[in-house]
């Protein structure tokens, strides 16, 4: 029963290098989401994916990329990290983006904190 | 801009206390109304939702107020427990953003013994 998988749970980057954050889940949702945490903002959206073939941008995308491999997988790239990307990252997931709102019950990954130096 | 104001920003409170944690917004077209709560390393978790055709909401010891008039809900916890202490985040459901959710800045709970 695992639910949102995030690996790693923990990097340290040094300004201009990239990585991949990975995200799968196991409860065949359609939707996928990543946010940012950051002290005193709450959670942002950065990108999202309503359904597998699809993704759009949230909230805070520039600096980042995304993809959705599969209905399982959904992966955030950082191509030149920044300072200013240091924060706690989380993949969601959820069975629909819309529609009843039963559907649309986030379920959130433990979260990766990223540090760029 | 924060599309979700949400207050206070921290509380403590005793052992069977009740805490209230405030949220207000200004699009009229959000839909839906969920907190989440948070403990430390965790991601977050659904703890309660409502929609705006009802003014109140209960489960256990969670309630959730609701005033469409004025944009604002609630969360209040009776009778609240050291295993409360956490972060409490309440959202909206965007229908004219993609049915996006946006998120208040949090509240971090204390309950003292």
């Known amino acids: 029963n695992a639910g949102v998988t995030q690996t790693p749970k923990f990097q340290v980057l040094k300004t201009g290098q990239s990585m991949t954050l990975q995200c799968a889940q196991d409860?065949?949702?359609?939707?996928m989401y990543w946010y940012r945490q950051d002290p005193g903002m709450g959670l942002r959206l950065i990108y999202y994916s309503a359904s597998e073939g699809t993704t759009d941008k949230g909230e805070v995308p520039n600096g980042y990329n995304v993809s959705r491999l599969n209905k399982r997988e959904f992966s955030l790239r950082l191509e030149s990290a920044a300072p200013s990307q240091t924060s706690v990252y989380f993949c969601?997931?959820?069975?629909?983006?819309?529609?009843?709102?039963?559907?649309?019950?986030?379920?959130f990954g433990a979260g990766s904190r990223l540090t760029v130096l | 801009q924060q599309q979700v104001k949400q207050s206070p920003q921290s509380l403590i409170v005793q052992k069977g206390g009740i805490p209230i944690i405030n949220c207000a917004y200004e699009n009229t077209a959000f839909d839906y109304f969920p907190w989440y709560q948070q403990f430390p390393g965790k991601g977050p978790a659904l703890l309660i939702a409502?929609?705006?055709?009802?003014s109140e909401k209960k489960e256990g010891r969670f309630t959730i107020s609701f005033n469409k008039s004025a944009k604002q809900f609630s969360l209040h916890i009776m009778d609240s427990q050291p295993g409360d202490s956490a972060t409490y985040f309440c959202?909206?459901?965007?229908?004219?953003?993609?049915?996006?959710?946006?998120f208040g800045t949090g509240t971090s709970l204390t309950v003292i013994p």
């Open positions: 409502i929609r705006p055709d009802v």
């Open positions: 969601a997931s959820s069975e629909a983006l819309g529609g009843v709102s039963g559907a649309n019950v986030l379920t």
């Open positions: 959202a909206a459901r965007g229908l004219n953003t993609g049915n996006q959710f946006y």
């Open positions: 409860m065949n949702h359609n939707s």
